[in-house]
């Protein structure tokens, strides 16, 4: 898999978040620490600690500011995705035990909600309440997004503006909020702030539509997990949202409601999304969402952050090619 066009600069400051990482997940020992640890050290793209970086330099780009702010955003992501697993029965992710496949769900459980604290407890003393309440904000959307998600398992009926909504809340709000608060600590003009705002949003609208698309057609040792979760557990996206309008033969409507649809089922499920136009639609409106966000910070102040954010913005559709 491609590696997200990072500065330099950038790149060497993400290696000390990774620091501060490891740092304050030593300070758990015990039955908590090590599954945090464990989790943490999975790694991943750090994409959203990056993109807080990236960001603040729209300001002064002052370090010490945004990494408090950089270390809350992974925390907090991190914690969403120990609460996915449980919720998804996952055993591996990223190619490594999940805490819940490794330990117990319980266990699981009380890890997320630790990352969860740990992720307010970077910002404590050391952020402006502009920060803290933005990224309360986006912890919240989070959650609601879940729930709005488990709410429309095997939910053929679930429309487009739907599936927008629920993107908006679990995948995008998180993504704005570090490209608006990396801003913010990095002592960004209002004007440059709302831009960045606007182009996380899209950019995560972007980021999850793609992703949606991968769990289709993905190579499955790049992707590091089996493709056709969604199918399995019952996600609607948007790819299979295109194609059950275009499904004359209703097999897809019915795989998809079918809780205990079998592995071949769930293959035929995939190949019909692709023969119906699924997969290109969605792929379409990834890169139309790229493009309102760089439509966004057309007029952001610094051009080489302009330069920057393009690079990871195109990057999102083009991540497995």
């Known amino acids: 898999m491609k590696t997200y066009p990072v500065p330099a600069r950038i790149v060497r400051d993400l290696k000390t978040v990774e620091a501060s990482l490891g740092t304050m997940m030593a300070a758990y020992p015990g039955d908590l620490g090590q ?17 807080v970086l990236i960001s603040g330099q ?87 997004g879940e729930t709005m998600q488990q709410q429309a398992l095997r939910d053929t009926a679930l429309s487009i503006e739907d599936y927008t909504r629920r993107v908006c809340y679990k995948t995008a709000s998180l993504f704005a909020a570090c490209c608006e608060l990396g801003g913010v600590a990095g002592g960004a003009t209002e004007t440059d702030t709302r831009a960045l705002k606007q182009f996380g949003e899209c950019l995560g609208l972007a980021f999850q ?7 289709i057609v993905a190579d499955e040792a790049k992707l590091g997990k089996p493709v056709g979760a969604d199918v399995r557990d019952g996600t609607v996206t948007l790819p299979a949202i295109y194609a059950l309008a275009a499904d004359a033969s209703g097999e897809l409507k ?9 592995e071949e089922a769930v293959r035929r499920a995939l190949g019909i999304i692709v023969a119906c136009g699924g997969v290109e639609r969605a792929k379409s409106d990834a890169r139309e ?3 309102r966000a760089l439509e966004s910070i057309e007029h952001v102040s610094r051009k080489a952050l302009k330069s920057e954010l393009t690079a990871i913005g195109e990057f999102v559709v083009d991540r497995y090619n």
């Open 254 to 262: 019915t795989i998809l409601e079918d809780p205990e649809a079998p």
């Open 209 to 215: 539509v793609f992703d949606d698309v991968l769990d």
């Open 35 to 51: 599954p945090a640890r464990h989790v943490v050290e999975s790694g991943g793209k750090r994409l959203r600690p990056a993109l």
């Open 58 to 144: 729209a300001g002064d780009y002052d370090y010490d500011a945004l990494e408090p702010v950089a270390v809350c955003a992974e925390l907090l992501h991190t914690a969403t995705l120990v609460h996915d697993d449980i919720l998804d029965g996952a055993a591996e992710r990223r190619g490594r035990e999940t805490v819940n496949g490794r330990w117990s769900e319980p266990i699981a459980l009380a890890t997320g909600n630790m990352l969860l604290a740990a992720s307010f407890a970077a910002l404590c003393g050391r952020a402006a309440p502009r920060v803290m309440t933005g990224m309360t904000v986006a912890a919240e959307l989070l959650s609601a």
């Open 289 to 291: 969402y790229v493009s």
